[in-house]
């Protein structure tokens, strides 16, 4: 009797590897782990009153509850998308409602622009570490990733340009607090960076989820508000992703892409052949949060957040050793550390789990090419001041034993 098996799956997705992070957030539940694994809003400030009286009002309503629960157009409910629209050119970004589409969360939209321009073997560039999710989607289409390191202005100027000169499809980047290392470009290194996009006629994928997340100094306009200032003749490479994720809810699960329109009408194809379109009710919802709600949740989000990176930031600088360096983020929800080579954080993660009851992400996971698996990241955003000192007070501990069993091996 002949045995059947399914045919061989394509090589992008065979290529796929399980999201360590993913993987940690099943630890939070567990109350002895003290978790700086997920980069994920804390359910405590989610806006749950106003969230029920909204789905209440709809379900009172029959005739507001049959459009709410219906099929609707792809491009996006209209006025969310003319919030979105207001909210942007606030903020310096020539948009409107025809350049802007709504996606299930930023992750949608880019695997939307993923699939839109990367053929296989296509340069992509990202900077030097990068989110782990845009890793993840991009590569599903086969690219050939190139890597640029970055300082604490952004991506090195010298390695982008090499990178723009092999003439990649487009270079992804977090230009605030960016997941995992919580680097914020310069506004002098963005405006060098859009030179070099147009020199050599490379697209830029801003992904801004943690933008409204600034807890010191001034906001720096984005890339596509310094496109904008430039003028239309310069034509429209930025190409800008938002969320409301990360301020209102993560589970209404809107994302949305503002781009020239006609890279807009492609995607509206790409969304109908996936899923048609987002949740109707979900994104009526999310339009009365963001109209309601924002400007509040994001004055109510900072200072409790702020609380959290500085009680973080004083418990490393107080209890950690001093090989152990990390970066002073001016917003967002992550610190990056590095360790002395010779430490595996994968294997200091185990460690920590077991002896420490302290989870985080080793830093790894987040390099599109050569992994430096001394390095670390750690998301203050869940957990209250002294919880936060505590579990940094423990895992102090544990790197000060393998840094001190590590020196007794060398000798």
Same mark, same amino acid.
């Given at each position: 009797?002949?045995?059947?098996?399914?045919?061989?799956?394509?090589?992008?997705?065979?290529?796929?590897?399980? *999201?360590?992070?993913?993987?940690?957030?099943?630890?939070?539940?567990?109350?002895?782990?003290? *978790?700086?694994?997920?980069?994920?809003?804390?359910?405590?400030?989610?806006?749950?009153?106003?969230?029920?009286? %909204?789905?209440?009002?709809?379900?009172?309503?029959?005739?507001?509850?049959?459009?709410?629960?219906?099929?609707?157009? =792809?491009?996006?409910?209209?006025?969310?998308?003319?919030?979105?629209?207001?909210?942007?050119?606030?903020?310096?970004?020539?948009? #409107?409602? !025809?350049?802007?589409?709504?996606? *299930?969360?930023?992750?949608?939209?880019?695997?939307?622009?993923?699939?839109?321009?990367?053929?296989?073997?296509?340069?992509?560039?990202?900077?030097?570490? %990068?989110?782990?999710?845009?890793?993840?989607?991009?590569?599903?289409? $086969?690219?050939?990733?190139?890597?640029?390191?970055?300082?604490?202005?952004?991506?090195?100027?010298?390695?982008?340009?090499?990178?723009?000169?092999?003439?990649?499809?487009?270079?992804?980047?977090?230009?605030?607090?960016?997941?995992?290392?919580?680097?914020?470009?310069?506004?002098?290194?963005?405006?060098?960076?859009?030179?070099?996009?147009?020199?050599? +006629? /490379?697209?830029?994928?801003? !992904? =801004?989820?943690?933008?409204?997340? $600034?807890? !010191?100094?001034?906001?720096?306009?984005?890339?596509?508000?310094?496109?904008?200032?430039?003028?239309?003749?310069?034509?429209?490479?930025?190409?800008?992703? #938002?969320?409301?994720?990360?301020?209102?809810?993560? &589970?209404?699960?809107?994302?949305?892409? @503002?781009?020239?329109?006609?890279?807009? +009408?492609?995607?509206?194809?790409?969304?109908?052949?996936?899923?048609?379109?987002?949740?109707?009710?979900?994104?009526?919802?999310? +339009?009365?949060?963001?109209?309601?709600?924002?400007? @509040?949740?994001? &004055?109510?989000?900072?200072?409790?957040?702020?609380?959290?990176?500085?009680?973080?930031?004083?418990?490393?600088? $107080? %209890?950690?050793?001093?090989?152990?360096?990390?970066?002073?983020?001016?917003?967002?929800?992550?610190?990056?550390?590095?360790?002395?080579?010779?430490?595996?954080?994968?294997?200091?993660?185990?460690?920590?789990?077991?002896?420490? +009851? /302290?989870?985080?992400?080793?830093? %790894? &996971?987040?390099?599109?090419?050569?992994?430096?698996?001394?390095?670390?990241?750690?998301?203050? =955003?869940?957990?209250?001041?002294?919880?936060?000192?505590?579990?940094?007070? $423990?895992?102090?501990?544990?790197?000060?034993?393998?840094?001190?069993?590590?020196?007794?091996?060398?000798?």
């Amino acid at each position: 009797m002949s045995h059947s098996s399914l045919p061989a799956l394509a090589q992008g997705v065979n290529d796929l590897r399980a *999201s360590e992070i993913r993987e940690l957030l099943k630890l939070i539940n567990r109350p002895e782990i003290i *978790s700086f694994a997920g980069g994920i809003p804390d359910p405590a400030m989610f806006p749950l009153e106003t969230i029920g009286k %909204s789905y209440a009002a709809i379900l009172g309503d029959p005739a507001r509850a049959g459009d709410a629960f219906q099929y609707s157009i =792809s491009e996006g409910f209209p006025p969310l998308r003319d919030w979105i629209a207001g909210y942007l050119k606030g903020h310096g970004i020539e948009t #409107g409602a !025809d350049r802007i589409i709504i996606t *299930s969360g930023a992750q949608q939209a880019l695997d939307f622009l993923g699939r839109a321009f990367i053929e296989p073997g296509d340069g992509v560039v990202m900077t030097d570490p %990068s989110y782990l999710g845009a890793i993840q989607v991009f590569g599903t289409y $086969r690219p050939h990733f190139i890597a640029v390191p970055m300082d604490a202005e952004g991506a090195k100027l010298a390695e982008l340009e090499a990178a723009f000169a092999q003439k990649p499809k487009f270079f992804y980047l977090t230009p605030d607090f960016c997941n995992p290392a919580g680097i914020t470009t310069s506004l002098a290194r963005r405006a060098a960076i859009l030179d070099l996009a147009y020199k050599y +006629n /490379v697209a830029i994928i801003e !992904d =801004s989820p943690y933008e409204e997340l $600034r807890y !010191d100094g001034a906001r720096i306009p984005s890339f596509a508000a310094l496109e904008a200032r430039r003028g239309a003749a310069n034509g429209n490479l930025v190409i800008y992703v #938002g969320s409301l994720s990360k301020v209102l809810t993560p &589970a209404l699960r809107i994302g949305w892409v @503002s781009a020239d329109a006609g890279l807009i +009408n492609k995607l509206v194809l790409l969304k109908q052949a996936s899923d048609l379109h987002c949740s109707t009710v979900n994104q009526i919802i999310a +339009n009365e949060l963001a109209r309601n709600s924002h400007a @509040s949740q994001v &004055a109510k989000l900072r200072p409790t957040y702020k609380a959290r990176r500085d009680a973080m930031l004083a418990a490393l600088k $107080r %209890s950690f050793p001093a090989e152990v360096t990390w970066n002073v983020p001016d917003g967002g929800m992550f610190i990056w550390l590095e360790f002395p080579e010779g430490v595996d954080c994968a294997e200091l993660l185990a460690q920590a789990i077991k002896d420490s +009851n /302290v989870a985080f992400v080793p830093g %790894s &996971a987040f390099y599109a090419t050569e992994q430096k698996r001394n390095t670390a990241r750690l998301s203050f =955003s869940l957990g209250e001041p002294a919880r936060i000192e505590e579990g940094i007070e $423990r895992l102090a501990v544990l790197v000060r034993n393998v840094l001190q069993a590590n020196a007794a091996a060398a000798e």
